[in-house]
């Protein structure tokens, strides 16, 4: 009797699997244009990603609209990892950086 075996992948991959539009940093860092521009104009309305809550240098929560769910980013020794998709490199992770960032910058950040 033959046994199949399932191989599991990383978050990554199945995001791409998928052809999710978070699947790498590069889509993150747009999408996080997108929020920045929307949020002095608008409010979000057409941002797949909303900033939920930020708390620097532990833990962001967005909401991601394409999959309907909140995503965790933490920080671990200053790195970021998104724990929804498992990985260190989609686009909530890049998302997140453009975040921090413009915190840094600013010192503040609007919700």
């Known amino acids: ?16 699997e998928n052809n999710h539009p978070m699947s790498t940093l ?4 747009m999408e996080f244009m997108k ?17 939920r809550d930020f ?3 532990k833990y962001v929560i967005l909401f991601d609209k ?11 020794e200053s790195m970021p990892w998104c724990i929804t998709c498992d990985t260190d490199d989609c686009g909530h992770v890049g ?11 600013n010192d503040q950040i609007v919700f």
């Open 95 to 105: 998302f997140a950086i453009c975040l921090k960032q413009h915190y840094d910058r």
């Open 1 to 16: 009797m033959e046994r199949k075996v399932k191989k599991r992948l990383s978050g990554k991959s199945h995001l791409i």
């Open 55 to 57: 708390l620097e240098n």
């Open 66 to 76: 394409n999959i309907s769910s909140s995503v965790i980013v933490s920080y671990r």
């Open 35 to 51: 929020w920045l521009m929307e949020e002095e104009d608008t409010g979000s309305k057409h941002c797949l990603i909303v900033v």
């Open 26 to 29: 590069d889509f993150g860092t």
